[in-house]
């Protein structure tokens, strides 16, 4: 196992959608993928505003888009361990983001957060959430020795089959099947219709050494939107009960399932630069909105890390440097005009330089 951003795409994703929420539709020839991260650090934003985030006027439909999805999201903290999640909202005074460096360095062994600043802010707000979870395999799974054909492609891929039968017992202890679970008396009352679609569809559990962790594999038809999905696969789960007959795979079967490898970050550009209305925040505006997401799965089990930021915008140092045509004036204070003005448009009121190194063109 190695180590490892809705509903618009961050085009640096290319045909894969990092979708802000569930309800992000299926797109023909595209991935979607999604995680809990900016939706547990947004909760955290949302208990420091006192309420859910208000953008100020006006507001364009992607920002409010996202602004309403992240607001009404029923994803929290809870949907994740608490010892492999750290969330925290506050103002980016070297206290607060000491306590989350090292609170990120107790419970997920990572001392420097990629996202997190490096140095205060005391007047800016910030929210944050980080989620890594590591599910291995007690046994490693085969790599098959052949690539399989998916979509066009040819990738590598994983599973369990009968190879060796002196570990088949505990290898496919690893591996429960929720559907399909037929009996031959099942199959017998079946139409011919119901027994055609039999194995077109299937929903597999891959157990690992943490038993609190569900990796779920699911071949189903697509619904109209990734929730859907989601929704339909887990309706198939545990109908049957473990000591089901068609619960485990067989000496006879195969389980062969491509090797996923993902790490995309998607930048909620529609929102930089947005002022927030909410009393606690005021005067504020969003700066970086970020959201960085790790996994794979492979023979060895499963990686899953997010990171995600929101925060208030810092503006740049600034460089005033007159690399164009400016104006010269001096006035006395309180005269309604200037004693000298001078436009500045070329180089013969200027001094040529003494040295003459390479320019540098600010322009």
């Known amino acids: 196992m190695s180590e490892p951003e809705p509903r618009v795409a961050d085009p640096a994703t290319r045909l894969t959608v990092f979708a802000v929420d569930l309800e992000a539709p299926h797109a023909k020839k595209h991935n979607i993928v999604w995680s809990a991260g900016m939706a547990i650090a947004w909760k955290e934003l949302m208990a420091l505003a006192g309420g859910p985030v208000v953008l100020a006027s006006p507001v364009d439909d992607t920002a409010a888009s996202i602004t309403r999805a992240l607001n009404g999201s029923q994803v929290d903290r809870s949907v994740v361990d608490e010892a492999a999640c750290v969330a925290r909202a506050g103002f980016q005074t070297e206290r607060f983001l000491q306590e989350v460096r090292e609170e990120v360095a107790r419970k997920l062994a990572e001392p420097s957060p990629s996202e997190l600043p490096a140095s205060a802010a005391p007047d800016l707000f910030i929210a944050y959430a980080h989620v890594q979870q590591r599910m291995a395999f007690q046994l490693p799974l085969y790599r098959t020795s052949s690539p399989l054909q998916f979509r066009g492609c040819i990738v590598d891929s994983f599973g369990l089959w009968k190879k060796e039968p002196a570990d088949w017992a505990a290898l496919s202890r690893q591996v429960r099947i929720h559907h399909p679970c037929y009996t031959e ?12 679609v039999m194995y077109d569809e299937f929903v597999v559990e891959l157990l690992t050494t943490r038993s609190s962790d569900r990796v779920i594999v699911a071949l189903l038809a697509p619904g109209p939107t990734l929730g859907a999905t989601v929704a339909r696969a887990m309706s198939l789960l545990d109908r049957h009960p473990t000591d089901h007959p068609q619960a485990q795979i067989g000496a006879q079967e195969k389980l062969e ?8 970050t998607r930048r909620y550009q529609e929102l930089f630069g947005r002022h927030v ?73 200027l001094v040529p330089a003494t040295r003459p190194e390479r320019a540098r063109d600010r322009r």
Do not use: K
């Open 257 to 264: 399932v491509p090797i996923v490898d993902l790490d995309h």
């Open 185 to 196: 008396a099942d199959v017998e009352r079946m139409t011919d219709a119901e027994y055609d």
């Open 277 to 349: 209305e909410n009393p606690t925040l005021s005067g504020q505006q969003f700066g970086d909105v970020v959201e960085r997401l790790r996994f794979r799965l492979d023979e060895g089990g499963a990686v899953l890390q997010t990171e995600a930021v929101a925060r208030g915008l810092c503006l740049p140092p600034r460089e005033l440097v007159c690399h164009s045509p400016f104006l010269v004036m001096v006035l006395r204070r309180g005269a309604r005009l200037p004693m000298f003005a001078l436009w500045v448009e070329n180089g013969d009121v």
